[in-house]
């Protein structure tokens, strides 16, 4: 079974290694989802309680990054540089996660699938 979940939080960021005007500090209304594959248990009928997502996400993410500056936490916060450290916090604790999609406008979003590093 494939469940999703979504989450906003707000944050302020500037790009140091790029040439345009997201050099400047500036911030986002960021929104996400996780994705996660697990097997329904036939007695409960559910794979994952919504809030056991929710927890993870408030402990990993949310409690941490929400109304701050990114660029106290990573050196170069790009939307790509973002959903790595996302999943490289989230999914230890989340088992089955497949995915995490960052939108960092509502027209522009990175899909993250645990490939490369951060793994």
Not at 35 to 43: A, E, F, G, Q
Request: proline content about 7%; overall charge negative.
């Amino acid at each position: 079974m494939i469940l999703r979940q979504s989450f906003r939080f707000e944050a302020a960021h500037r790009l140091p290694m790029h040439a345009g005007k997201c050099f400047h500090l500036h911030g986002h209304s960021y929104r996400f989802t996780l994705s996660l594959d697990l097997p329904v248990d036939p007695r409960t009928g559910m794979a994952i309680d919504f809030d056991e997502i929710a927890a993870v996400v408030r402990d990993t993410v949310l409690g941490t990054w929400d109304h701050k500056n990114l660029n106290d936490f990573l050196e170069n916060p790009t939307a790509e540089n973002i959903v790595v450290e996302m999943w490289r916090k989230i999914a230890p604790r989340l088992p089955g996660l497949t995915e995490i999609e960052l939108w960092e406008m509502p027209e522009s979003s990175v899909v993250y699938r645990g490939e490369g590093p951060g793994r």
